[in-house]
Every structure is written in structure tokens, then in C-alpha cells.
């Protein structure tokens, strides 16, 4: 596999652990002379001081010794399916379930499969999705809890999780979770955000747009932005970043940041004023892809020469189906998806494949790679635990917290404290020890994005909209 593109196949051997390293030239006889197994080498792998194992998908077929023929393991999920979010809970579905059959080929957990039960959100409030949380717990006596995002019930759902004491992973990208957990980690051991909070995305924007400033991608008009939020508190966190952080790089916001009380398909007296403050480059922290798509369209009645950016929403192929042509150009931001080397391709094609040309892997990518993380943490623990098996669960959440994931997303990395995962390049500049801050441009009418940032990791170029009237002689798309 290659690590960044242009590499050659070889050079990724000299990434390998130096647990894989003496796994791959142990040959088996010789282990099973010393008792050992490839189990137990893995188990006991350490890469410095802290402990921490770096891995990848294959550990697991390297931990179990056998077909999953044991007694299941439930596992469940909470998805809004019937709510507004329910374009994005089918392809969270989706992950799973893609993860779960190759789990259970592998050998599942130690042998035992894996049994997933679902439960729907709705419209994700507290009461629906922490009354879907004790059904998965009291019911179904699930030992993990994987999900997309809930958005809504503010950490409500970490009540009945931690009197359980199963493991949670989520992507609900929230500075809040760093807030509950780091509140009382004795309490809120099990409870892990597999993506950086949303407070990254604001930061993020803005080294963005300068980056393609000052490498001469782009030539702004002047230094000012426009700044837009939905009224969730998860938008509203993005765009105060934005704000915040914008003058340290040389822009002024010379409207905003407003907040718009969503949901809302009508933002024509918005984009009047933003088209008023003239703006180089406009954003806007909503994320609902139906509803933003909206804002693409409207923004095109009357467009002017400025970079639009559209947070997570817009890379649903839900955005691109509403606002076709008008949305060529619009850059888009997660701080987890499916990267473009030859793990991510892998994936996207065999995702694509099972669940169409359609499909959305960047989105189904995030609790595909998390059922992969506990699955593999619950094998190197010696087992998953039911509910109210803390010692066991406890084990479980300590590989969590170790184990370094090189997964389709990047490396999964879990901060100590936050117990969430860590960005690059927004907080460390090691691409090996961080989930990349993927930049996308929508190029073409179609499910795919373009690739354009970070370095090293992007593989497509950023070109400029399509409604600019002055490309400033760079590429332009359409043109």
C-alpha cells in the first residue's frame, strides 16, 4: 500500500510496528515452539513508552485463531432513520454492516460473531435517542454502542451508558464530549468521539483559505469573508472559530458571523447582505445537505466572485442531486472521511459496489472504521464485556484509548483526556499520528469530491468556481 501518493509500494514496509515487523518474518512453527501465537505477539505489542500499538484492519484476522463460531456479541446502533438526518443513517448502516460481515469472516471477536441490533432516533432529541439507548442496553444487553451522529441530545445518551458501563463510539464531532468526559473519566470511561470536535472545522477553514491564498491557488479580491451559521449549538461552535481566528491570518470578517434560525430553505435576505459586504470568500456552518443546497442555489441567482464552502453537508450526494450544475465549485469539510490512497480506493470501490454508484462512502466510511477500532481494542482486551461488566469493558476502553488505528480514514488516534480523535494538521503536524482535515471540491456533477487538502494526503487541485467572472488566469472549472 501507498502511504502518499507518488510512493513506491515498498516504502510503506518501513511504517510497520515493530509488532508486525517481527509477526510477518516469525515463522509459525517457530512461534508455536515458544507457545507463542500471532495473538499473543499483538497482544503484547508496544511501540515506546506509552504503550500505544499502531495497527491496521489485519491485526484481526492476526488475533483470532479461528471461524466465528462462538456465542454472538451483540452490538447495536442509534441512527436517526425516519428524521432529517436519515440520508446519512443509511450510509452509517451501511458502514457497519460492510465492517461487520468482513469482522465475522475474519473470525469475528475471538471467535464469537458479531450481532448487530438497530434502533431509529428519529429526529434525534434527548428523549428519542436516550429511550433508543435503553432498549439497545436493557434489551438487547448490547456490549457496545456504535453510531454515526445524534445530534441534539447534548450528551444525554452518556447517562445510560455509563450505569451500564458498555463502550460508545460516536461521531457526533462535539467540543462538548471533550467537556463531559474530562468532567469525570472515571465515570465517563467508555464513552470515545472517533473524530476531532467541531471546534477544528472553524480553525481549519480559515488555514485553508489562506493556504490556497498564499500558495497562489486562489487570488482573493480583498481580505474579507462572510460568515454564516445554522442556529445549532454544533454550527454555532464552528463559526465562532471562524471568527475568532480569522484576523490571526490576515482577513477581516466584513459580515457576520449571523445566525440564521434553521431549519430554513429561505436564505435570500441572508445572501443579500453577504452580497452586500462583497465578500472574497463565504461559509456557511449550517450542515443539513438538503437545506444548504438550497443556499448553493439561491447564492447562484446572483453570484458573485466568491469561494463558497458548505460544512459536512455538501458531501452528501443529496447536496449535488438538488443543486446540480450550481454546485461546481463549493468546497466541503470533514474532519473524518475516507481518504483517496489505495486503502481508501479499496473501500470506496467495494462500498460502492455493494451499495451503489450513489452511495456516499465518505459518510459510511466513519462507523465502518469505529466497529473495526472496538472490534479489534475487544480482541486485544481478551474480550468484550456485557453490560455491567466494568472490569471487563474497562480493559476494552484502555486498548481504545492504546491502539492507533491506520484505517481508511487516516490514522485513529484517541487523545488521552478527550478521548476523541486527534486532527491533522489543526493540532498536530504528524500526518501518522492524527485524522486528517479533508478539504473537498465539488468538480463535477456526481458523487465523487476532489480531493485538494491537506498535503500530503490530497490528490486532486483546487481550481476556481465556475461562476467566477475573473479566474485571475488560473484553472477554472468549466472553462
Avoid at 479489534?376 to 466494568?390: C, F, K, Q, V
Avoid at 481508511?408 to 491533522?424: C, D, F, K, L, R
Wanted: aromatic residues 10%; hydrophobic residues 35%.
Amino acid at each position: 500500500m501507498k502511504l502518499f501518493p507518488g510512493m513506491s509500494n515498498y516504502v510503506w514496509a518501513k511504517y510497520r510496528t515493530p509488532a508486525e515487523k517481527q509477526l510477518m518474518n516469525t515463522p509459525v512453527e517457530e512461534l508455536a515452539k515458544k507457545g507463542l501465537s500471532r495473538r499473543d505477539i499483538l497482544k503484547g505489542a508496544a511501540v515506546g513508552g506509552a504503550g500505544a500499538i499502531v495497527a491496521s484492519s489485519a491485526t484481526l484476522a492476526e488475533l483470532n485463531e479461528g471461524k466465528a463460531e462462538g456465542d454472538p456479541i451483540p452490538v447495536g446502533s442509534a441512527l436517526p432513520f425516519t428524521g432529517w438526518g436519515a440520508h446519512d443513517a443509511i450510509e452509517f448502516r451501511n458502514g457497519i454492516e460492510m465492517a461487520v460481515d468482513e469482522i465475522n469472516a475474519l473470525g469475528g471477536v475471538l471467535g464469537r460473531p458479531i450481532e448487530m441490533h438497530w434502533e431509529d432516533t428519529k429526529n434525534q432529541s434527548a428523549d428519542e435517542v436516550v429511550t433508543a439507548f435503553n432498549r439497545l442496553i436493557d434489551s438487547k444487553e448490547v456490549h457496545a454502542i456504535i453510531n454515526g451522529y445524534n445530534i441534539g441530545p447534548n450528551n444525554a445518551e452518556y447517562e445510560p451508558v455509563a450505569d451500564a458501563g458498555i463502550l460508545y463510539l460516536h461521531h457526533n464531532t462535539l467540543l462538548h464530549h471533550h467537556d463531559t468526559v474530562m468532567s469525570d473519566p472515571e465515570r465517563y470511561y467508555s464513552c470515545f468521539q472517533t473524530d476531532p470536535a467541531e471546534y477544528w472545522y472553524g480553525l481549519g477553514y480559515i488555514q485553508f483559505l489562506s493556504w490556497l491564498r498564499d500558495t497562489g491557488q486562489w487570488k482573493p479580491r480583498n481580505n474579507r469573508i462572510a460568515l454564516v451559521s445554522g442556529s445549532t449549538p454544533y454550527s454555532i461552535v464552528i463559526v465562532n472559530a471562524m471568527n475568532e481566528s480569522a484576523a490571526e491570518y490576515g482577513w477581516e470578517v466584513a459580515y457576520g458571523p449571523e445566525i440564521v434560525k434553521t431549519p430554513t430553505t429561505e436564505w435570500g435576505p441572508t445572501l443579500a447582505k453577504v452580497r452586500a459586504a462583497d465578500p472574497s470568500a463565504f461559509a456557511n456552518t449550517h450542515f443539513p445537505s438538503q437545506e444548504i443546497a438550497q443556499c448553493q442555489n439561491q447564492f447562484m441567482q446572483d453570484p458573485i466572485d466568491s469561494l463558497t464552502y458548505y460544512q459536512f453537508g455538501a458531501i452528501s450526494a443529496v447536496f449535488t442531486d438538488i443543486a446540480q450544475e450550481n454546485a461546481l465549485g463549493t468546497t466541503v469539510a470533514t474532519v473524518i472521511g475516507q481518504l483517496q490512497d489505495e486503502i481508501g480506493t479499496t473501500f470506496e470501490n467495494k462500498y460502492r459496489e455493494l451499495y451503489g454508484e450513489n452511495s456516499t462512502p465518505l459518510v459510511g466510511c466513519e462507523t465502518y472504521v469505529s466497529m473495526y477500532h472496538w472490534a479489534m481494542a475487544a480482541a486485544l482486551a481478551g474480550g468484550s464485556g456485557e453490560p455491567g461488566d466494568y472490569d471487563q469493558n474497562r480493559k476494552v476502553a484502555y486498548r481504545l484509548q492504546k491502539l492507533i488505528y491506520r484505517s481508511v480514514v487516516g490514522s485513529v488516534n484517541m487523545h488521552p483526556e478527550w478521548q476523541a480523535g486527534i486532527p491533522y494538521p489543526d493540532y498536530t503536524n504528524d500526518p501518522s499520528l492524527g485524522q486528517p482535515h479533508l478539504f473537498f471540491q465539488i468538480q463535477e456533477v456526481s458523487p465523487v469530491r476532489a480531493l485538494v487538502a491537506p498535503e500530503p494526503y490530497n490528490t486532486g487541485h483546487f481550481m476556481i468556481p465556475s461562476w467566477f467572472k475573473d479566474n485571475g488566469g488560473l484553472p477554472q472549472i468549466g472553462a
